[in-house]
C-alpha cells in the first residue's frame, strides 16, 4: 500500500528551512559551526486543553466550509499556510473517524480513520499553549508499545550530533522525506546550522533530551536548552531500508518545535 504523508515541506515553513529543496546527496559532511536567529522565549508549558479538546478542533476544521479552520491548526514555525496545501491537509483529515488521542507532555497524537484509513496527526504545544499540528501520516505502529530505548538512543545521538557538527550522524537519526531532513545532504546540514535551537545545544554540552513518552510509531523528547527556552522533538519510525543513508537509524528525527 502506497504511503500517503502530509508533507509539511510544501505548507510554506521559511522559519524552518522546510521548502522543498533540491540538489543531490553530495554536499560537506560536516555542519558549520556558526549559527543565527531568535529563540523562543515564554513561561509556561502547561497546556489549556484536554485531548478531547484538540480531537475537537480536529474535527471542525475536517467539516468546516472554509480554509481558516484547517491553516489554524498548524504549529506557528511553518507560517502562513497556502490554500492548495490547506486543501491537502483536509483531504488528509478526512471524515476523522473513530478518533483517539493522547497527550505526552508537549506532544499529542491523534489516530482516527479516512477514506478507510488510519492515520495519525501528530501535533506540538504551540507558545499560545494549544497543540497544533507537526505532520499527518499513515498509520503504520502506533497501536504497538513505544520502543523507548530506540527512540531515546536516537534522540541523544540527534542532540550530540547537533553539537558537534557530526553531519554524518545527524543524516542518519533524521527523516529525508518529512520535516528538517528534506532535501540534499547538503542542504540539509546547512539548515540544521542556521537553527536557533543548535546554537544553544552548542552552548550547554550537557543538554539531554528528555522522555515524554510515545506509542509505537512517534515519541516525544523534551529540550530545556535555557529558562526560557524549550522545545519539543518530535521523532518517529522509518523503514531503514527507504532511507538514502547507509546505515540509517529505524527511529528519526521529525522537528525541533518551539513550546513557548
Given at each position: ?8 515541506a ?35 508549558t ?22 481558516e ?31 483517539r ?15 478507510g ?14 497543540f ?31 553539537q ?13 522525506s ?15 546550522t ?44 522509518q ?10 537509524s ?11
Amino acid at each position: 500500500m502506497r504511503r500517503s504523508t502530509v508533507r509539511l515541506a510544501v505548507v510554506g515553513a521559511a522559519a524552518l528551512g522546510l521548502a522543498a529543496c533540491g540538489g543531490g546527496n553530495g554536499g560537506d559532511s560536516r555542519l558549520p559551526t556558526a549559527a543565527r536567529g531568535a529563540a523562543p522565549t515564554g513561561a509556561s508549558t502547561q497546556p489549556l486543553e484536554r485531548v478531547e479538546d484538540v480531537i475537537a478542533r480536529l474535527r471542525g476544521a475536517a467539516t468546516a466550509e472554509s480554509c481558516e479552520a484547517v491553516k489554524g491548526l498548524m504549529h506557528s514555525l511553518y507560517g502562513e499556510m497556502s490554500d492548495p496545501a490547506c486543501l491537502t491537509v483536509r483531504s488528509m483529515l478526512g471524515e476523522l473517524g473513530d478518533p483517539r488521542g493522547e497527550i505526552h507532555g508537549t506532544g499529542a497524537v491523534v489516530s482516527y480513520t479516512a477514506s478507510g484509513r488510519r492515520r495519525i496527526a501528530v501535533l506540538a504545544l504551540d507558545a499560545d499553549r494549544h497543540f497544533h499540528v507537526d505532520f499527518i501520516d499513515d498509520a503504520t505502529g502506533g497501536s504497538g508499545p513505544l520502543a523507548a530505548a530506540g527512540f531515546t538512543a536516537s534522540a541523544r545521538r540527534v542532540v550530540r550530533a547537533m553539537q558537534r557538527g557530526d553531519c554524518d550522524t545527524f543524516l542518519r537519526h533524521v527523516h529525508r522525506s518529512i520535516g528538517l531532513g528534506v532535501g540534499g545532504d547538503g542542504v540539509v546540514c546547512r539548515r540544521v546550522t542556521d537553527e536557533p535551537i543548535r546554537r544553544e545545544l552548542v552552548a550547554d554540552p550537557g543538554i539531554l533530551p528528555e522522555p515524554l513518552g510515545g506509542n509505537g510509531q512517534v515519541a516525544f523528547f523534551r529540550l530545556r536548552t535555557a529558562p526560557d527556552r524549550l522545545y519539543t522533538m518530535v521523532m518517529t519510525t522509518q523503514d531503514p531500508r527507504a532511507a538514502r543513508v547507509p546505515g540509517a537509524s529505524r527511529y528519526v528525527l521529525v522537528n525541533a518545535l518551539p513550546a513557548q
